[in-house]
DNA sequence: TTTAGGCTTATTGTCGACAATTTCTTTTTA
DNA sequence: TAAAAAGAAATTGTCGACAATAAGCCTAAA
């Protein structure tokens, strides 16, 4: 069910597969964050030659997982906590539209789709209480139906084509495991429902709700975390 | 004032300045929008080989001003109403964000050059009224400068880097020189108002109301347009 | 000892050629 | 005549080599 790549584009060129592989090696950290990135020793990794490798690069670019200047080099991004939360506004204000939009122009059948996949989310977490894991997929699996739902093409290449990636590659990286599993199911089925009544507003003030608190979650913990570092100094 | 590339950066290599001539003619409409790219003529127009073309070509394909298709090409987006309005919806979100943004982020001194440049654009305004085209740069201008000052790198790469070319494309296109221009001024100067109390809330509002109207307009000019030629068909 | 300048090395940008794939044309067959 | 198959032409993808730029190193002067 779940899904890394829910737009579904199959890679046919070589650099399209050392594209994902390299897209999957980065946000797994296999491909450490921050690091420089030496066209030469990945060609050579990967065994093919520059300028394909450099086409891969060209879409790791795109989906913002390297940087790249001029007559310098590529570097993998590194996972900052101010990316992080500058990275949850821009989802707030996407997804809050793509699911107003979902609302309006979502048909029947995948609505029933989507109903029938929170509650095959409710029975594995049901059996498989605790274990964040699934529920994480079980996350990725619900934006990704609400975001191809909006029938917007802008907006699901923004999210799915560029952000999404970013957003798997903090998951991995700071190895977040949420705690807001069980609130986050709840949140999940009220936006269900108002979509189902087809009340955009409603549905975008949810979205932007569940995702606000997700980020407001971890700025406690960042707080958190400075203040007991503060008194260990001590 | 106006600018064309926000960002700033600079074209070193020689990709780059060809990127920036296509882009330039793409959104003028130079190279027509629809129309397959051929490589090898293009590389003999610019003189360069086919290797840096594709470079600028992976660039315009950066800021969905062409498409590509494995082992088929490229083409020049087509404007479509369908597109244009999507486009809309995702500024809508996009900038409304920004605003809100700008309004807990900008520095009084960015406040103060904003509203500066709001009464230079008045002046011109009143001195040239019904001449749109300096409005249009105007609002465009307007439209960086609260970007820019959402201090959110997403928010600003997406939006200046990506989204701001194909909005400026549709407006040569199309031919938008927007009947609103004085009712836009009034739009602005709210945000601006509201920008200057903090009020992050309410900057918003005005912003996602602000682009919603020029959305609705040209929904209303199709409907019209619509209407007339189902009239001069009977 | 530190800083400035020039040299060497390594990396990125660009080029032209070949291979793989697609598309168009022509020929064959029902 | 129409449809399908085979062949030819053109286009895209990939490769290795060269040129231009940046980074590191070493020497020399203050």
Redesign the pocket.
């Known amino acids: 069910m779940y899904l890394a790549n829910p737009t579904q584009q199959t890679a046919?060129?070589?650099?399209?597969?050392v594209f994902e592989q390299m897209q999957h090696a980065i946000v797994e950290g296999e491909i450490t964050s921050g690091s420089?990135?030496?066209?030469?020793?990945l060609?050579k990794r990967y065994?093919?030659?520059?300028?394909?490798?450099?086409?891969a690069l060209n879409r790791l670019e795109k989906c913002h997982l390297i940087e790249?200047?001029?007559?310098?080099?590529?570097r993998v991004v590194d996972c900052t906590i101010e990316g992080l939360l500058e990275l949850y506004i821009t989802r707030e204000a996407l997804e809050g539209m793509a699911c107003r939009q979902a609302a309006l122009n979502m048909s029947d059948e995948e609505i029933v789709d989507m109903q029938a996949m929170l509650k095959a989310h409710s029975q594995t977490q049901e059996l498989k209480d605790g274990v964040a894991y699934y529920q994480e997929e079980g996350d990725l699996d619900f934006h990704y139906k609400v975001i191809l739902g909006s029938h917007n093409k802008q907006l699901i290449d923004l999210i799915c084509g560029q952000l999404y990636h970013l957003v798997r590659m903090y998951r991995c990286q700071f190895g977040m495991n949420s705690p807001r599993a069980s609130r986050a199911f709840n949140e999940h089925s009220q936006i269900i429902q108002a979509i189902c009544d087809r009340d955009g507003e409603l549905a975008e003030i949810l979205m932007r709700r569940h995702i606000a608190a997700s980020r407001k979650n971890i700025e406690n913990k960042i707080a958190e975390q400075n203040l007991t570092e503060l008194i260990n100094r001590k």
């Open positions: 046919v060129t070589t650099a399209d597969k420089k990135i030496s066209e030469p020793e060609a065994q093919i030659s520059r300028s394909t490798l450099r086409e790249r200047k001029a007559n310098v080099g590529s």
